[in-house]
């Protein structure tokens, strides 16, 4: 049975450093993250490539890492517990488009670690086709 995505919704993503911290934990990053829309989806995918059918079937990304910060930016609509150096809690930067969209400024995104954005990216994009049980592992 197909079950459907909340367009609206909001879910949690857990990096891996903070996985095994307990929820509670103060010094436990939770990133909130919204799936893309389909044009979002599109103009994103519209870098891959795929060449041949079934098991032959491979893909190509061209420029993987402007699609990862933009499916970030767009993606990205809070945080909880991301700290600066000195210990202080660093807020999400936002701004907004000329189409009343807004997304995260690139200031803000230079402070998460790469490690941390290349995941968060998969879980954008994945999320769309996690099965209930990929969403409990989350």
């Known amino acids: 049975m197909t079950i459907a995505i909340?367009?609206?919704?909001?879910?949690?993503?857990?990096?891996?450093?903070?996985?095994?911290?307990?929820?509670?934990?103060?010094?436990?990053?939770?990133?909130?993250?919204?799936?893309?829309?389909?044009?979002?989806?599109?103009?994103?995918?519209?870098?891959?490539?795929?060449?041949?059918?079934?098991?032959d079937e491979t893909t190509r990304t061209s420029g993987y890492g402007t699609i990862a910060h933009k499916t970030i930016r767009l993606g990205l609509v809070g945080v909880r517990n991301f700290r600066d150096p000195d210990g202080n809690e660093i807020g999400i930067d936002r701004q907004k488009a000329s189409n009343g969209s807004s997304f995260v400024k690139d200031a803000f995104l230079a402070r998460i670690p790469a490690a941390t954005r290349s995941r968060l990216c998969n879980a954008i994009t994945s999320h769309g086709s996690m099965t209930e049980d990929d969403e409990k592992k989350q």
């Open 6 to 55: 909340d367009p609206k919704g909001t879910f949690e993503f857990i990096d891996d450093p903070d996985r095994d911290l307990e929820a509670d934990d103060p010094n436990r990053t939770v990133w909130e993250y919204r799936i893309l829309t389909p044009t979002e989806e599109a103009a994103i995918q519209d870098a891959v490539t795929m060449a041949g059918m079934g098991d």
